[in-house]
């Protein structure tokens, strides 16, 4: 089946530690997105791939990149972790809203905890 | 600004009884909607969605959801619920200046018993 898969599941790293997440996708859509999800609440979107064209949330942290070396694999980057990055990370992708918005498919997440 | 709200935060109800989820937007032109569904530790489903046409639009398992333009709602029903109903649900609309984004709502916390 044509899915979007998020690795690891689980990752764990130590406060100030970079930390790379990983995503990648089948259905070979060209927009990918980046939310953060905390507990009880809804995913806050940090940043989109339009085909390369990056575009950040205005109130996202410096601390979190990204990269899209291709159409199929989106990467998230923090560069050093606090303990308030505590969260289930998702990737999205979805059609390009050229002919109005499109559904979102999502990953399984990556849930990702600090030492 | 655009907004979604679900006023419900956490909802219980028995197995086998009906259950209605609100939805209230807020948007000049007509929207496009969504209904999304994420069980515990897990990513968000798609289980309906709404651009034009009929107002009752059907869903993935026994969801159904009716727009209502005069008071800005989009609710999903199903019956009869199922205890692998249980899980957060969340409302979106499509941004109005960004046709690749959408907002979400909070979200309800569906809880069934036996």
């Known amino acids: 089946d044509a899915m979007v898969i998020q690795n690891p599941r689980y990752q764990v790293t130590q406060f100030g530690k970079p930390v790379t997440l990983s995503c990648s996708q089948t259905?070979?859509?060209?927009?990918m997105y980046w939310y953060q999800q905390k507990s009880s609440q809804a995913p806050k979107l940090l940043f989109h791939?339009?085909?390369?064209?990056?575009?950040n949330e205005a109130d996202t942290p410096d601390n979190f990149q990204s990269r899209r070396p291709n159409t199929s694999f989106c990467f998230l980057d923090i560069r050093s972790p606090g303990l308030g990055d505590a969260a289930m990370y998702l990737c999205?992708?979805?059609?390009?809203?050229?002919?109005?918005?499109?559904?979102?498919?999502f990953g399984d997440g990556t849930r990702l905890s600090i030492l | 600004a655009q907004s979604v709200t679900q006023p419900d935060i956490h909802i219980t109800v028995s197995e086998g009884a009906s259950l209605e989820l609100r939805c209230n937007y807020s948007y000049g032109a007509t929207p496009y909607l969504f209904w999304y569904v994420q069980s515990p530790g897990q990513g968000l489903q798609l289980l309906l969605k709404?651009?034009?046409?009929?107002?009752l639009v059907q869903g993935i398992k026994g969801f159904e959801a009716e727009f209502k333009r005069s008071q800005s709602s989009f609710n999903l029903r199903k019956p009869s619920v199922h205890w692998s109903d249980a899980a957060e649900y969340f409302c979106?609309?499509?941004?109005?200046?960004?046709?690749?984004?959408?907002?979400f709502g909070t979200g309800t916390r569906l809880q069934v018993f036996p």
């Open positions: 979106a609309v499509g941004s109005s200046y960004n046709t690749d984004k959408l907002i």
């Open positions: 709404y651009f034009s046409g009929d107002t």
């Open positions: 999205a992708t979805s059609r390009d809203g050229r002919q109005g918005h499109q559904p979102q498919h």
């Open positions: 791939y339009y085909d390369k064209d990056f575009n």
């Open positions: 259905l070979n859509h060209n927009v």
